[in-house]
């Protein structure tokens, strides 16, 4: 039966080329649970109010004149550009509204990249627009020609045939895969048609001590709720074959050429996702672990094989670990993020934002709930409100695994998970635990949602060098060959 499960995922290869020839980290969170803030900190190495990006529209700063104007003149693949001299190469979804023509339209090119092959705005597959260093380039639904996630892999290989040999080089490859609208290749159609979305002791639950957005989902979910999430579910792994692929023919493609030894890839996500957790038809947003928690997966030179790490990482630390891998000082930069390069620090406490968003009228078709919620399902059940704006710190050592949130609404509504007692965070313990601990997470939480750059790095980490030691997932540096996928 385990054999069948194995065979039975669709990210086979990527463990196998990534993941076990590497280490594998099993406390991987972003800063936010939403595309466009959570990609913003990947870029700058920040939390969202430091980088100011608050959702995925241009409003909220996604792609817009002032984010390009404040925070892209810092990203991380400028400054391996500009201080290791760095070839730099992207192909995928950038930010949601990238090639708005508020913004700069396709023709724009944020600094710090040599190679540039961008979707126009949000997620697709077929039927989209490239800017390709600035010029447009439609595609339309033929399978062989247009598949986005098989044009990323092609472009990725073409770059791995004329880049310079002569110069070290980063590569960022960012598939929309498998955001909506899950549209597989031809032949994975009908792959995983006998899979069901898991059925975890939070499936179909009632959150009857939590914030009032997730109250209000109806338990149990209605039959056209769960065979919604359920298709959902396996059209999204069918679109992860794809990615698969991609995986594979990049990293056979660096070994054929003799570079695979000497690169370092890292395979991660931007966020997580529910389907039907707390009756929750599908989405993300929350502050659960199901739609903070992603994966992480890092090989390269001088990383042992197999390995397993509990280490605590935010996806602020992914940008100074490359830079790390470079030869470049984090200190130089104003990233709030640490380096995890070398394994003797561990971050106890790393901070979750994300800020609500609601219509200003109600829905007709649920007229009792009011304005103020957003994304709703035919039987009214919404997963996101104005109030659904919240802030968390995640504490993972080897004596802690605590969650603690406050929700910004009239009653400064508070969430707490001890994650080794209770990790589906089926119950709020709020009211029960200690007045001491609550007062400790308050003010870490305070620390974190005031910081910026060094003071984040600081708040919360503990030195694990015992004398002279040191414990490193690699101890060198030389030219090195970077990519992230």
């Known amino acids: 039966n385990a054999l069948h499960l194995f065979l039975q995922t669709p990210l086979n290869k990527t463990r196998k080329f990534?993941?076990?020839?590497?280490?594998?980290?099993?406390?991987?969170?972003?800063?936010?649970?939403?595309?466009?803030?959570?990609?913003?900190?990947?870029?700058?190495?920040?939390?969202?109010?430091?980088?100011?990006v608050i959702n995925n529209t241009l409003e909220g700063n996604c792609s817009s004149l002032a984010w390009q104007k404040s925070q892209e003149?810092?990203?991380?693949?400028?400054?391996?550009?500009?201080?290791?001299?760095?070839?730099?190469?992207?192909?995928?979804?950038?930010?949601?509204?990238?090639?708005?023509?508020?913004?700069?339209?396709?023709?724009?090119?944020?600094?710090?990249?040599?190679?540039?092959?961008?979707?126009?705005?949000?997620?697709?597959?077929?039927n989209y627009t490239l800017s390709v260093n600035g010029k447009p380039q439609r595609h339309g639904q033929n399978y062989s020609q247009d598949y986005l996630t098989d044009v990323l892999a092609s472009v990725s290989l073409e770059f791995l045939s004329y880049k310079s040999n002569y110069r070290p080089f980063f590569m960022m490859v960012s598939t929309p895969a498998p955001h909506s609208p899950w549209t597989a290749a031809p032949q994975y159609e009908g792959r995983f048609s006998d899979i069901k979305a898991p059925r975890d002791p939070s499936f179909n639950v009632h959150g009857k001590d939590k914030h009032?957005?997730?109250?209000?989902?109806?338990?149990?979910?209605?039959?056209?709720?769960?065979?919604?999430?359920?298709?959902?579910?396996?059209?999204?792994?069918r679109t992860l074959l794809s990615v698969d692929d991609l995986v594979e023919k990049v990293?056979?493609?660096?070994?054929?050429?003799?570079?695979?030894?000497?690169?370092?890839i890292m395979f991660t996500s931007d966020n997580g996702y529910h389907t039907g957790q707390f009756s929750l038809p599908v989405d993300k947003r929350q502050l659960y672990e199901f739609d903070i928690r992603v994966p992480l997966l890092v090989r390269g030179p001088n990383i042992k094989p197999n390995q397993t790490s509990p280490m605590l990482i935010a996806n602020v630390d992914l940008g100074p670990t490359i830079l790390d891998m470079a030869g470049i000082n984090i200190n130089q930069t104003k990233?709030?993020?640490?380096?995890?390069?070398?394994?003797?620090?561990?971050?106890?406490?790393?901070?979750?934002?994300?800020?609500?968003?609601?219509?200003?009228?109600?829905?007709?078709?649920?007229?009792?709930?009011?304005?103020?919620?957003?994304?709703?399902?035919?039987?009214?059940?919404?997963?996101?409100?104005?109030?659904?704006?919240?802030?968390?710190?995640?504490?993972?050592?080897?004596?802690?695994?605590?969650?603690?949130?406050?929700?910004?609404?009239?009653?400064?509504?508070?969430?707490?998970?001890?994650?080794?007692?209770?990790?589906?965070?089926?119950?709020?313990?709020?009211?029960?635990?200690?007045?001491?601990?609550?007062?400790?997470?308050?003010?870490?939480?305070?620390?974190?949602?005031s910081c910026s750059g060094q003071s984040c790095r600081t708040a919360g980490v503990f030195d694990a060098r015992r004398g002279s030691q040191r414990t490193c997932l690699t101890c060198f540096n030389e030219d090195l060959k970077l990519v992230l996928i």
């Open 18 to 52: 990534i993941g076990d020839a590497g280490i594998s980290f099993t406390n991987a969170f972003v800063a936010s649970p939403l595309c466009c803030p959570s990609r913003a900190s990947i870029l700058t190495g920040k939390y969202p109010h430091n980088h100011h």
């Open 73 to 126: 003149s810092a990203t991380f693949p400028l400054l391996l550009q500009k201080l290791a001299y760095y070839q730099t190469f992207f192909a995928g979804k950038y930010l949601n509204e990238y090639g708005n023509p508020e913004a700069g339209g396709v023709e724009y090119v944020p600094p710090g990249w040599d190679y540039w092959f961008a979707l126009e705005k949000n997620s697709k597959y077929y």
């Open 212 to 237: 009032w957005l997730i109250r209000q989902a109806k338990t149990p979910m209605t039959n056209s709720s769960v065979e919604f999430l359920d298709d959902a579910f396996q059209k999204r792994w």
């Open 251 to 264: 990293v056979k493609n660096l070994e054929a050429r003799g570079e695979l030894e000497n690169t370092y």
């Open 335 to 449: 990233m709030d993020g640490i380096s995890f390069l070398p394994l003797m620090h561990a971050m106890l406490n790393m901070l979750v934002e994300y800020e609500g968003e609601g219509s200003n009228i109600s829905d007709p078709a649920c007229p009792l709930l009011g304005p103020g919620v957003s994304e709703c399902f035919p039987d009214c059940v919404c997963e996101d409100s104005y109030n659904n704006t919240y802030a968390c710190v995640r504490t993972v050592s080897t004596s802690t695994n605590l969650q603690y949130c406050e929700f910004d609404d009239s009653e400064v509504f508070v969430e707490v998970y001890n994650l080794t007692a209770d990790p589906f965070q089926l119950t709020n313990i709020a009211k029960s635990i200690e007045q001491e601990v609550l007062e400790k997470m308050n003010h870490r939480l305070m620390m974190l949602q």
